[in-house]
Each structure stands twice: as structure tokens, then as C-alpha cells.
């Protein structure tokens, strides 16, 4: 795990631009991979970008510019290097050999953020399951040492010897880790099962949107959120009254671009949460400048979840951060989103969406808070009286909502 002491360490980032990609879009992508940086306990210090049709097998930016990122490494004194795509094995080994500092790839990064942030049995299963299957197919980086040496006679097989017998040992952990994960899974299931038929409302969406704070304020709870990705790794369920209607409200692991395969995989009873609810409240940080290709990726991880079918709230949270850019009158380049007030935006597809209920509310100043409880009680209450229709008239003969209290 990266040190999160008082010598924090200094990073460089590395990114490509591939085709159909243009250099803003890979800046924002490494802005991202800065902020992963900064949750891991690192200090960014520069980055690097480099336009390749595709990755370069051997240094995966091409000579010329990996001897220039050594240069810089070693002038600055930087102890990692940090990428933002995952590394092929062999990959690793020649940039490692280049530029002779650590070496992390944002797969590697992630997982060692959820290792940090993974505080239940469950959750730790989970992500040392994830570890161990990244580990078992870069082992030979881990043996540099023991490799065969031209003319050295005598030392031609223990490398390898030691390499096969640290790939069973994780072989059989890997093992152990899905059998544990079975039993707690079923544990987890019958849990759910003796929650019997109340509303199940789960909050999905991008890392770091404020999913635990909208968590916190409609429960009264006390989840853990901060400003940084993956606040939160363990999954929260918290009974929840609005009005007079129950239900059931889960705070569940955000999503990112190109999350990790294996942490998806071995994530995959936590993500039952989302499978097994009945409302999705997919929370959006519309300060963010890429927060339309944040929802995609949300609604295409929904999708490979088998959840993408499920009634949907869009949330648009943190309103008050919210800024845009005034064109001057005679500036005659084409209208961005960035020049879109939140006036402008509420007007566009995500106010007018036929299939999915839409509200603009800033978690942290509460505003529209009241406006989000209604709409959130009205679409609980038509599931709600699917399957207790005799309580119908008690939601017909009183006021939905109550004045605010607590929040």
C-alpha cells in the first residue's frame, strides 16, 4: 500500500490519447487519476501525455518519450510512476528497468485504495480476492532477480522454481478467498431475504458525487463521507421513514471509468444491493466539467449488473458548486456546456426524460431537499402499494410529508 505517513511520496502520471480522443478529454482522464493519487496517500507532481495509436507493447509510450520521463525521474527524485491504463506484464518489467522507480498501473491504484478503505470481513475478502488475481499473472516482475543470467551455470532454475511455487500458493489462496466469499454471500443473501417485502432503494452512481452525504442526510445515519474517491467501500442498509412509508435505503461503491475487472468480479455480492432493489437513486455531480460521460459509465456498469431496466431518479447533486462561463456578444465560437447556466441545463434531456424522474438539489446546503423527499416518497409509494394495496388509504387520507425535521 502506498505510505500515507508524514514522507508522502511524489508521483508522475502517464496517459495516452488514442484515436478519437483529443487532448482535453485525456487531461480531465488524469485529473481524475491525480485525485486517485491524492486518496492513495501520494503527491502528483507532473504529467506526462503522449498521442500513440496504440499502446507501444514494449514501453507503452514508445522509446522516445519513456527516456524523457526517465530523465525527469531522475532529475525530481520521483518514487512512482503511475499509469493510467493497466500494464501488460512485461510492460511493467521494461518501464520498471527504465525509469528504476515503482511502478503502478491505475488497476494497481485502485485496489490499493480499497484495500485502504475496506473495513468489514466482507469487503476485505473482496478486495484480497481482486489483489491476488491481478498478482497471479505478473509474478516474474517479482523475481527479476532469481531470472536466468547469460553463462551463469547453476542458476537456471531456481527463478522459475521459486515463481511456480508462489503461483500455486496464490492459486490456493485464491481458492480459500472464493470459498469464504460463498459462505459470507450466503450469510449476506439470507439477510436480505429476512428483510421481507419493504421497498429496497439503493444510491448509485459515479465515486465521490455525495452519495454517502445524501445517505446520511435522508437516514439521520452517520456513513462516513469525504472529498476523496472511494469514501466509501462497504456497503450501508439503513431503514428509512418519509412521512409515513418505510423502506429500505442502501449506500453502495461507487463507480469509475475502467474499473478494475477483477475488483467488479469479486464485488459482485456487495453490487447485489443494486440487483435486488427496487428504485435506483443515481446520484450525479453536476459541478463536475465530464459529469454526461460519468453517467454513461454508471448506466453501462448498471447495464452489465443487470440493472439497467430498473425506475431510475436522477439526482443531480451539488448545485451550489455549480459554475459557467458567460460568451461575450461577439464571440462567435460555437456554444459549449460550459456556457450553459443551470437554468439553460435543467431545459435539456435531463429535465425532460420520459423515462427517468429528475431532480437538482445541493446535498451539503440542503437546498431543494424537500422538492427531492417528495419525489423520492411519491415513486416509493407506487411500488409500495403494489404489495400492500389494503394500506392504500392510509397514503390517500393524510399529508405525504411533514415540515422538515433533522434534516
Same mark, same amino acid.
Given at each position: 500500500m502506498i505510505n500515507t505517513g508524514e514522507k508522502r511520496e511524489k508521483a508522475i502520471l502517464i496517459g495516452l490519447i488514442y484515436a478519437g480522443q483529443d487532448e482535453k478529454q485525456v487531461e480531465e482522464y488524469l485529473a481524475e487519476l491525480s485525485f486517485l493519487t491524492e486518496t492513495a496517500g501520494a503527491i502528483p507532481?507532473?504529467?506526462?501525455?503522449?498521442?500513440?495509436?496504440?499502446?507501444?507493447?514494449?514501453?507503452?509510450?514508445?522509446? @522516445?518519450?519513456?527516456?524523457?520521463?526517465?530523465?525527469?525521474?531522475?532529475?525530481?527524485?520521483?518514487?512512482?510512476?503511475?499509469?493510467?491504463?493497466?500494464?501488460?506484464?512485461?510492460?511493467?518489467?521494461?518501464?520498471?528497468? /527504465?525509469?528504476?522507480?515503482?511502478?503502478?498501473?491505475?488497476?494497481?491504484?485502485?485496489?490499493?485504495?480499497?484495500? @485502504?478503505?475496506?473495513?468489514?470481513?466482507?469487503?476485505?475478502?473482496?478486495?484480497?480476492?481482486?489483489?491476488?488475481?491481478y498478482l497471479l499473472p505478473r509474478l516474474t516482475r517479482m523475481w527479476t532477480h532469481l531470472e536466468r543470467q547469460r553463462g551463469g551455470i547453476g542458476l537456471r532454475g531456481p527463478g522459475e522454481t521459486e515463481i511456480e511455487t508462489d503461483r500455486r500458493i496464490i492459486r490456493d489462496k485464491i481458492a480459500l478467498l472464493k470459498t469464504q466469499l460463498k459462505k459470507?454471500?450466503?450469510?449476506?443473501?439470507?439477510?436480505?431475504?429476512?428483510?421481507?417485502?419493504?421497498?429496497?432503494? *439503493?444510491?448509485?452512481?459515479? /465515486?465521490?458525487?455525495?452519495?454517502?452525504?445524501?445517505?446520511?442526510?435522508?437516514?439521520?445515519?452517520?456513513?462516513? *463521507?469525504?472529498?476523496? &474517491?472511494? *469514501?466509501?467501500?462497504?456497503?450501508?442498509?439503513?431503514?428509512?421513514?418519509? @412521512?409515513?412509508?418505510?423502506?429500505? &435505503?442502501?449506500?453502495?461503491?461507487?463507480?469509475?471509468?475502467?474499473l478494475p475487472?477483477?475488483?467488479?468480479e469479486s464485488f459482485k455480492s456487495t453490487l447485489d444491493e443494486v440487483r435486488e432493489s427496487d428504485l435506483l437513486l443515481h446520484v450525479i455531480d453536476i459541478s463536475h466539467p465530464g459529469f454526461e460521460s460519468q453517467i454513461s459509465v454508471v448506466n453501462e456498469t448498471l447495464k452489465e449488473l443487470g440493472s439497467g431496466h430498473k425506475p431510475v431518479i436522477l439526482v443531480f447533486n451539488k448545485i451550489d458548486a455549480f459554475t459557467y462561463t458567460v460568451k461575450d456578444q461577439d464571440d462567435l465560437t460555437p456554444i459549449t456546456r460550459?456556457?450553459?447556466? &443551470?437554468?439553460? &441545463?435543467?431545459? /435539456?434531456?435531463? *429535465?425532460?426524460?420520459?423515462?427517468?424522474?429528475?431532480?437538482?438539489?445541493?446535498?451539503?446546503?440542503?437546498?431543494?431537499?424537500?422538492?427531492?423527499r417528495k419525489l423520492l416518497y411519491e415513486e416509493i409509494r407506487k411500488i409500495h402499494v403494489t404489495r400492500y394495496p389494503y394500506n392504500d388509504f392510509l397514503y390517500e387520507s393524510q399529508p405525504p410529508i411533514p415540515p422538515e425535521k433533522g434534516l
Amino acid at each position: 500500500m502506498i505510505n500515507t505517513g508524514e514522507k508522502r511520496e511524489k508521483a508522475i502520471l502517464i496517459g495516452l490519447i488514442y484515436a478519437g480522443q483529443d487532448e482535453k478529454q485525456v487531461e480531465e482522464y488524469l485529473a481524475e487519476l491525480s485525485f486517485l493519487t491524492e486518496t492513495a496517500g501520494a503527491i502528483p507532481v507532473c504529467s506526462f501525455i503522449q498521442k500513440l495509436r496504440i499502446p507501444d507493447p514494449r514501453t507503452f509510450v514508445g522509446s @522516445g518519450k519513456i527516456e524523457e520521463i526517465a530523465s525527469y525521474v531522475t532529475e525530481n527524485d520521483i518514487n512512482l510512476a503511475i499509469f493510467d491504463d493497466e500494464l501488460m506484464p512485461s510492460q511493467l518489467r521494461n518501464i520498471e528497468r /527504465t525509469l528504476g522507480c515503482r511502478i503502478l498501473d491505475r488497476t494497481n491504484l485502485i485496489l490499493d485504495i480499497f484495500a @485502504g478503505r475496506a473495513h468489514t470481513s466482507h469487503a476485505r475478502t473482496q478486495v484480497e480476492l481482486a489483489q491476488y488475481q491481478y498478482l497471479l499473472p505478473r509474478l516474474t516482475r517479482m523475481w527479476t532477480h532469481l531470472e536466468r543470467q547469460r553463462g551463469g551455470i547453476g542458476l537456471r532454475g531456481p527463478g522459475e522454481t521459486e515463481i511456480e511455487t508462489d503461483r500455486r500458493i496464490i492459486r490456493d489462496k485464491i481458492a480459500l478467498l472464493k470459498t469464504q466469499l460463498k459462505k459470507i454471500d450466503t450469510q449476506m443473501a439470507t439477510q436480505r431475504k429476512n428483510r421481507g417485502k419493504m421497498v429496497r432503494v *439503493a444510491l448509485v452512481g459515479y /465515486t465521490n458525487v455525495g452519495k454517502s452525504t445524501i445517505m446520511n442526510l435522508l437516514s439521520k445515519s452517520d456513513v462516513f *463521507a469525504e472529498n476523496k &474517491l472511494f *469514501a466509501t467501500v462497504d456497503t450501508t442498509v439503513r431503514k428509512v421513514v418519509i @412521512g409515513n412509508l418505510p423502506f429500505l &435505503l442502501s449506500d453502495t461503491v461507487g463507480f469509475i471509468r475502467k474499473l478494475p475487472h477483477d475488483l467488479v468480479e469479486s464485488f459482485k455480492s456487495t453490487l447485489d444491493e443494486v440487483r435486488e432493489s427496487d428504485l435506483l437513486l443515481h446520484v450525479i455531480d453536476i459541478s463536475h466539467p465530464g459529469f454526461e460521460s460519468q453517467i454513461s459509465v454508471v448506466n453501462e456498469t448498471l447495464k452489465e449488473l443487470g440493472s439497467g431496466h430498473k425506475p431510475v431518479i436522477l439526482v443531480f447533486n451539488k448545485i451550489d458548486a455549480f459554475t459557467y462561463t458567460v460568451k461575450d456578444q461577439d464571440d462567435l465560437t460555437p456554444i459549449t456546456r460550459e456556457n450553459y447556466s &443551470l437554468e439553460d &441545463l435543467k431545459k /435539456t434531456w435531463m *429535465a425532460s426524460d420520459k423515462h427517468h424522474k429528475t431532480v437538482f438539489i445541493s446535498a451539503i446546503t440542503r437546498e431543494n431537499l424537500e422538492e427531492f423527499r417528495k419525489l423520492l416518497y411519491e415513486e416509493i409509494r407506487k411500488i409500495h402499494v403494489t404489495r400492500y394495496p389494503y394500506n392504500d388509504f392510509l397514503y390517500e387520507s393524510q399529508p405525504p410529508i411533514p415540515p422538515e425535521k433533522g434534516l
